[in-house]
């Protein structure tokens, strides 16, 4: 008989002590594996039963979620627990301006060094600094272009550690807000205005040659595909997710490309569809993505 598990609070708080403490308004202690066993985030991931169903998702590397490239010998529990506990002391983002959200930020980003240098990208509360910080971009005018990038990192080098089952709400709605701002990216390298918003020559380069219109739609049916049919359906993100494929079909002289994805839908499987799903969609995110680290570096790193 399988055993049900229920969270009752934040899942990937860093270590066991400090998830026990939230745990105390509820009396009692939690024996989920995570927890009896100390487990960090990457080692509760490559025990989930549920880590295969990440072959149909944005992060579809099995091998890496079985084995991530992490170097936990340059992070103890003990320095974990104190680095948490450093960023906890630090002012909240909430409500504050741009350049008061970056001065913030570049604490954190030096608080979060070791588990930087240990590629431990998923462990809180690093993930929280990458994404308030691409929230925060999300909405300045000047940074907007860098918040894909970080975007498509959380959603492939951290959520699917953290949140292991691909359709669950979280990692729906990552996908949809990546999609969003591939919209707003779109135009912009339509316009030309890209390379006068961004002097990353990778970014610009990457969104000039990649299909945007292609990766949105096939995010979104990816979306449709993992959740559309849930108890879900209902969920505002989900009908956000299905206007904006709506609206595509619409697009004229999108034929072949469409095909190609429906074909994917159908049967993910499919040797053709499969490839052309994982070079038009995948390839592209992940090569975003892969950009964050250097992004961040050089935005919230040390200048001297």
């Known amino acids: 008989m399988s055993q049900v598990l229920t969270s009752w609070l ?12 939230a745990l105390k308004l509820y009396h009692f202690e939690c024996q989920c594996p995570r927890c009896k066993d100390d487990l960090d985030v990457y080692q509760a991931c490559q025990i989930d039963p549920a880590l295969p169903l990440n072959s149909l998702s944005i992060q579809p590397n ?22 948490y506990k450093a960023w906890q002391t630090l002012p909240t ?8 959200h970056m001065k913030i930020a570049r604490k954190r980003w030096e608080i979060c060094k070791p588990l930087v240098e240990a590629r431990m990208w998923a462990t809180e509360p690093l993930t929280t600094t990458i994404m308030q910080l691409a929230v925060c971009w999300q909405l300045s005018f000047k940074m907007t272009v860098y918040a894909l990038p970080l975007l498509c990192f959380v959603s492939t080098e951290c959520d699917p550690f953290k949140v292991v089952t691909p359709f669950l709400p979280w990692r729906i709605k990552g996908i949809v807000t990546i999609v969003q701002m591939l919209a707003l990216t779109a135009e912009l390298t339509a316009s030309g205005v890209l390379a006068r918003r961004c002097d990353h020559e990778g970014i610009v380069g990457t ?7 292609t990766v949105c739609e096939g995010l979104l049916r990816l979306v449709m595909k993992q959740g559309g049919d849930s108890e879900t359906d209902g969920w505002h993100v989900l009908k956000q997710a299905k206007a ?31 490839a052309f799903f994982h070079n038009q969609v995948i390839k592209p995110i992940t090569t975003l993505a892969s950009f964050a680290p250097e992004i961040l570096e050089d935005k919230l790193g040390s200048k001297d």
Not at 10 to 21: F, G, H, I, M, W
Not at 263 to 273: F, I, L, S, V
């Open 93 to 100: 983002t909430e409500g504050t301006s741009e350049a008061e």
């Open 244 to 274: 904006m494929l709506a609206d595509l079909d619409k697009l004229p002289g999108r034929e072949t490309e469409t095909a190609m994805l429906k074909a994917w839908e159908q049967d993910p499987r499919d040797p053709e569809a499969s």
């Open 10 to 21: 934040d899942v990937t708080l860093p270590n066991k002590a400090a998830r026990q403490e």
């Open 207 to 213: 969104l000039a040659m990649a299909d945007q219109v």
């Open 62 to 83: 099995l091998e890496k979620l079985r084995n991530p490239p992490i170097d936990r010998s340059k992070v103890s529990k003990e320095q974990l627990d104190t680095i």
